[in-house]
C-alpha cells in the first residue's frame, strides 16, 4: 500500500510493474528535458535576450519538426513493447474469476474446486490494531506466488475496475462483459488495492487484497476454505 | 553589433540544449539508473521463502497462520 504523502509508484511486485516504471522514468526523463528546454527558452525571451523578427525560418522550422517526430518515436517504442508485452498471456497457472457488485468483490476459483466468495471491507469500527484503515477485507484473494495468473473481471450490476497498484494491474469490470488480465508475482506478501471506477456511495469502500504465498500453503488455503 | 542576434541565437539555442540534456543527464543517473540498480540488488540474493517465513512469523498471512 502507499504511505502516507507518497508521491511515486509502490515497489513492484510483478515482471510487468517493474517494465512499467522503468518506463515511467524514460518518459519522465524525456518530459524534463522537454520541459527545461522551454523554460530556459522563455526565460530567455523574458529577459530579451532573444527576439526576431525574422520572417523565413525554413531551418528551425526543420529542425522543430524533426525533433519532436524523433522524441515521439522515443517514447512509442517502448510503450508498445511493453502493451504487446502485457498481453501475452502464457499459460496460466490458476484462472480467477473478479465480480464487482455494489459495493463488494466476489471471487470465483473454478479451475479444480468449486470455490467462490464474497470480500467485504472490514468496517472501522470492527478494524482489529494495527491493520489498514479503508484497506482490508474480510476474505482475501489468496493466490500461489511465482505463478503466472489470469484473472476474468466483470461486475453484476454497474461499472468497477479491479486495480492492484503494485502488481501493475488494473481492469474495468463492465457487466455484460468478461475482461482479461494476467499478472505474476515475484514476492510473497500482502497486495492491496481500490475499485478504480466510480460505482456509487460506497465506491471508495471496496477494496482489494491479494495474498500471496508459496503452493503449498495456498492449497492448505483452498481445500479449508471449500469445505 | 553585426550580426548579434544570430551569434546570440546560436549560442543560446546551443546552451538551451545543453540544459535540457543536462537535466535529462542527471534525472537519468540520480534517479533512474539507481532505481535500476537497487531493484537487481533486491533480487540478486532475495529468498522468497525466508522473506515469506518472517511474514508468516509475524502473523500476517489469513492463510498461513503462525506456528
Not at chain 1, 53 to 59: R, S
Not at chain 1, 82 to 94: F, K, R
Not at chain 2, 42 to 52: C, E, G, L, S, V
Amino acid at each position: 500500500m502507499a504511505n502516507h504523502s507518497q508521491l511515486g509508484f509502490q515497489d513492484a511486485s510483478s515482471p510487468i510493474m517493474e517494465e512499467l516504471v522503468e518506463f515511467h522514468d524514460h518518459a519522465l526523463m524525456v518530459a524534463l528535458t522537454i520541459c527545461s528546454l522551454v523554460l530556459y527558452l522563455l526565460t530567455l525571451m523574458l529577459m530579451e535576450k532573444l527576439s526576431s523578427n525574422t520572417v523565413d525560418a525554413q531551418e528551425v522550422e526543420l529542425i522543430w519538426t524533426i525533433l519532436p517526430a524523433i522524441v515521439l518515436i522515443l517514447l512509442a517504442l517502448p510503450s508498445l513493447q511493453i502493451l504487446y508485452m502485457m498481453d501475452e498471456i502464457d499459460e496460466p497457472d490458476l484462472t480467477l474469476k473478479a465480480i464487482g457488485h455494489q459495493w463488494y468483490w466476489s471471487y470465483e476459483y473454478t479451475d479444480f474446486k468449486d470455490l467462490s466468495f464474497d470480500s467485504y471491507m472490514i468496517p472501522t469500527t470492527d478494524l482489529p490494531l494495527g491493520h489498514f484503515r479503508l484497506l482490508e477485507v474480510d476474505h482475501r484473494v489468496v493466490i500461489p506466488m511465482e505463478s503466472p495468473i489470469r484473472m476474468i473481471i466483470t461486475a453484476d450490476d454497474v461499472l468497477h475496475s479491479w486495480a492492484v497498484p503494485t502488481l501493475g494491474v488494473k481492469t474495468d469490470a463492465i457487466p455484460g462483459r468478461l475482461n482479461q488480465t494476467s499478472f505474476t508475482t515475484t514476492r510473497p506478501g500482502i497486495f492491496y488495492g481500490q475499485c478504480s471506477e466510480i460505482c456509487g456511495a460506497n465506491h471508495s469502500f471496496m477494496p482489494i487484497v491479494v495474498e500471496s504465498t508459496p503452493l503449498t500453503y495456498f492449497e492448505n488455503w483452498s481445500s479449508l476454505i471449500s469445505s | 553589433m553585426r550580426r548579434l542576434l544570430a551569434r546570440r541565437m546560436k549560442f543560446h539555442l546551443f546552451g538551451a540544449f545543453l540544459v535540457s540534456l543536462g537535466c535529462a543527464a542527471i534525472y537519468k543517473f540520480g534517479v533512474a539508473e539507481p532505481r535500476k540498480r537497487a531493484y537487481a540488488e533486491f533480487y540478486r540474493n532475495y529468498d522468497p521463502m525466508k522473506d515469506f517465513e518472517a511474514m508468516r512469523r509475524a502473523g500476517v498471512f489469513e492463510s498461513a497462520p503462525p506456528k
